[in-house]
């Protein structure tokens, strides 16, 4: 199973800091930033939903009934006059108006790792350039940079490709929560509550004593290393404290809160997405695997769909009546599209031609579809869009110049969206 190889766990921070020997400056400095109040919280946040491995968008968002290609499913109205999706989609289809369908996309990455990686970072393998992935971007740009909580979460992410810091740094890297078997309770982060018979005393003591080895270790060693080691173990230390680590707590929501979302994995992500960018976090990642149909594909997508309506819909419903959607922007997207053709194993294959991907709330035009493909889906005939036009969409959203630039780790001068990149005027 592919499973993410960089997570950042508080436990995980700690023997990282261990391991470097501890850095500078780890002194009262952080100490009194533990006890500072909630940080201000950012302008905006962005909650992507990764359907991994390529889902069959030809089924979900962009149906072709009647043709060969299209497959069992219906074509369902939704709130939103003239929007049209997916049958298996019912809940969804009744908050059609908080809905938009890009379905033009169109890339050239048919393999899972580079397509990851471009949907990812907006930009494709590049030598030794180390690009951040979107969430570190936004996390940078958008983040409290002392707040308790991280400002990147990737919740049971099943990938490894550009999912971290890049050449910003590991102090962006993502907290990660969760795993693809992880059981229903299994979105916590380990390690938050103090080990039994360890007091307020005994805690800082401990606290001073690292902050005695940091001292005596940086003593003439000042790094970028030492440096970042210090911040993440601050990251770690203020992640302890109880109104952080309440935010991740799934108990403190009522039943039947819970059970709208859905029990599984997918769906209680969705709802800790929305207790954490509730309390400021500005980019939350919940992924949902399994499509990858190269065969059965319609009974895994109707499968799956269960779980995505679900955890889609009251993610959505929640962030309305809480007044929190036009802050909030809802991407959900795989890595590419499926195949227009149904193959030998009733199945649909790799396809980055020709797919689509749905938005929701973040200030954005909804309620329309953008863009359109051929009667058989294999072609998109209007309003073409590639990757960096949708990454440079979600930053104008966010209130991020597209256009900025950050220092990659090779000195040159990297944008936030390629240069050729265009926002999709019709959301904006």
């Not at 592919?2 to 921070?13: A, E, I, S, V």
């Not at 309440?246 to 997405?273: I, M, S, T, V």
Request: charged letters at 25%; glycine letters at 12%; proline letters at 6%.
């Amino acid at each position: 199973m592919r499973t993410f190889t960089n997570p950042l766990t508080r436990r995980g921070l700690f023997r990282s800091a261990a391991g470097a020997g501890l850095g500078a400056g780890f002194t009262s400095g952080w100490l009194r930033a533990l006890a500072a109040g909630a940080p201000k919280k950012p302008a905006k946040s962005v909650i992507v939903l990764w359907l991994d491995g390529g889902p069959a968008t030809i089924d979900l968002w962009d149906l072709k009934p009647g043709h060969a290609n299209g497959g069992p499913f219906r074509a369902i109205d939704t709130a939103a006059p003239g929007l049209k999706i997916g049958e298996h989609l019912p809940k969804l289809a009744k908050l059609g108006k908080d809905l938009a369908v890009v379905r033009s996309m169109s890339t050239k990455e048919g393999d899972h790792g580079r397509a990851t990686y471009l949907l990812r970072t907006g930009y494709t393998p590049l030598g030794a350039i180390q690009y951040p992935a979107a969430g570190a971007v936004i996390a940078k740009e958008l983040g409290a940079e002392a707040g308790d909580l991280p400002n990147f979460v990737s919740v049971a992410p099943a990938r490894n490709a550009a999912s971290g810091g890049g050449f910003l740094g590991p102090h962006f890297d993502p907290l990660v929560v969760g795993e693809l078997t992880a059981p229903q309770d299994g979105l916590k982060v380990p390690d938050l509550a103090r080990t039994a018979g360890v007091g307020d005393d005994a805690q800082r003591a401990r606290l001073e004593l690292l902050a005695g080895a940091e001292r005596q270790f940086a003593a003439g060693r000042e790094s970028a290393v030492a440096g970042s080691v210090r911040a993440a173990t601050a990251r770690a230390v203020r992640l302890m404290k109880p109104e952080a680590a309440a935010a991740f707590d799934l108990e403190q929501e009522k039943p039947k809160a819970r059970d709208a979302y859905g029990r599984g994995l997918f769906g209680q992500g969705c709802l800790l997405a929305r207790r954490l960018v509730e309390r400021g976090v500005p980019f939350v990642e919940v992924t949902l695997d399994g499509w990858d149909t190269h065969q059965n594909n319609f009974d895994r997508v109707k499968d799956l769909c269960g779980a995505l309506d679900a955890g889609f819909a009251a993610l959505l419903a929640d962030l309305k009546d809480r007044g929190m959607l036009d802050s909030t922007l809802v991407v959900c997207q795989g890595e590419f599209g499926r195949t227009p053709k149904i193959n030998g194993n009733t199945g649909r294959d790799h396809w980055p031609a020709s797919w689509a991907v749905a938005l929701a709330g973040g200030g954005l035009k909804t309620g329309q579809a953008v863009g359109r493909t051929s009667t058989d889906g294999a072609a998109v005939e209007d309003k073409p869009r590639g990757v960096p036009d949708l990454i440079a969409t979600v930053a104008k959203a966010v209130g991020i110049d597209p256009k900025k630039q950050n220092m990659s780790n090779v000195g040159r001068p990297i944008r936030v969206a390629d240069p050729d990149a265009e926002p999709i005027k019709e959301l904006l």
